[in-house]
């Protein structure tokens, strides 16, 4: 099973936000229940596979979340005082994270190297400039949906 | 008798999450200094006496690995315990950080009784 596969993303996605955040994030099957994700603050955060710059995992999620999630962590409970540069540094860090969380639970973790780490604020998801036949990966959370998306190489389509 | 840390990591959260970990989990805490690269850290050590350094792999400028070398070429601070903690997946990485004798290694995501647990026995091995 490669560390892309959906069931190993959410996996790790899953295992990731109980251990830091003790937070249950529940997979959604877009099959048979459509997920939309409304227009509003959203964060990004993108990494790339060392070896093979053209292979991406976007993570996608809303700022209130990270909000809450950063002011556990950090500011003991007081969101208002949670920055800008903090919340795209903790959605830099979950990123990571979770790609690297992906690759061991796949056995694949003998030579990849990360790269290209980044997050950004998005107001929608149709902001993303992420190439075709990406299937997302789908989280309901209290505070909105989780999007993932493992991208492989398309020229001209990426972000 | 009080310790003091360096916690090296390029992502700011995740140093003020382990800073937060060290001080509940009782340890007697001297300076806990914090470095976003082995090359910050290099200039800290320089000025500091450091017992216990926490650090990443993978970082901007100077990597862990690359800090790891330095540290273990100087007199003063060759036989400084050195945990590493980070999301690094790749294996020859974390087999040259053993070579370059790491302590241990905590993976990202962590729970803060693996930092405490691991930590607590080299602590508690005293001062190097």
Avoid at chain 1, 102 to 124: H, P, V
Wanted: some cysteine; hydrophobic content about 40%; overall charge negative.
């Amino acid at each position: 099973m490669k560390y892309s596969d959906q069931n190993i993303l959410t996996q790790a996605c899953q295992e990731l936000f109980e251990t830091m955040f003790f937070t249950f994030v529940e997979p959604v099957d877009p099959q048979a229940d459509p997920v939309t994700i409304p227009d509003g603050c959203l964060l990004h955060g993108k990494i790339s596979l060392d070896s093979s710059l053209e292979e991406k995992l976007h993570f996608i999620a809303p700022k209130a979340m990270l909000k809450n999630m950063a002011s556990i962590l950090l500011h003991n409970d007081r969101p208002a005082e949670i920055t800008e540069a903090e919340l795209l540094d903790l959605t830099r860090e979950i990123t990571n994270i979770m790609l690297g969380k992906a690759l061991r639970k796949a056995n694949q973790d003998q030579t990849q190297r990360f790269a290209a780490l980044t997050a950004e604020s998005i107001r929608s998801t149709r902001d993303l400039r992420i190439g075709p036949d990406c299937d997302p990966t789908y989280f309901q959370t209290e505070w909105g949906t989780i999007m993932l998306v493992f991208e492989r190489g398309h020229a001209g389509h990426t972000a | 008798m009080s310790f003091n840390v360096l916690i090296i990591d390029d992502s700011f959260s995740m140093r003020r999450i382990i800073r937060r970990i060290l001080s509940i989990s009782g340890f007697d805490l001297g300076l806990v200094l914090e470095a976003a690269n082995g090359r910050e850290a290099l200039e800290l050590m320089s000025e500091n006496w450091v017992d216990l350094i926490l650090s990443d792999i993978n970082m901007p400028e100077m990597d862990g690995l690359t800090f790891l070398k330095e540290v273990r070429k100087s007199e003063v601070h060759k036989n400084t315990p050195v945990v590493i903690i980070t999301t690094e997946a790749c294996t020859a990485s974390l087999n040259e950080a053993y070579a370059l004798g790491v302590r241990d290694y905590i993976k990202k995501p962590f729970v803060p009784e693996q930092i405490r647990d691991r930590l607590t026995g080299i602590l508690k091995g005293g001062k190097a």
